[in-house]
């Protein structure tokens, strides 16, 4: 049964990971379309905030031990 948890846990954490790299995709999508330059600093945040919660998932993806 333990396997079968590892086996779950891992497809779980690939589902994050792919889900985060569409958030960031759409973050930089949206920072490409901003007209406002009031827009333009929250556009650039969320691109660093996707970016960063992608690399977190990444880092803590390799069994846990970085």
Partial sequence: MPYLKRQSAARQHEQ??????REWKDAVAYFESVRD????????????TARRKYMF????????TD
């Fill in 16 to 21: 994050s990971v792919q889900e985060a790299l």
């Fill in 37 to 48: 330059p009031e827009l333009i600093d929250f556009a650039a945040y969320g691109i660093e």
């Fill in 57 to 64: 998932l990444l880092k803590h993806g390799r069994g846990g």
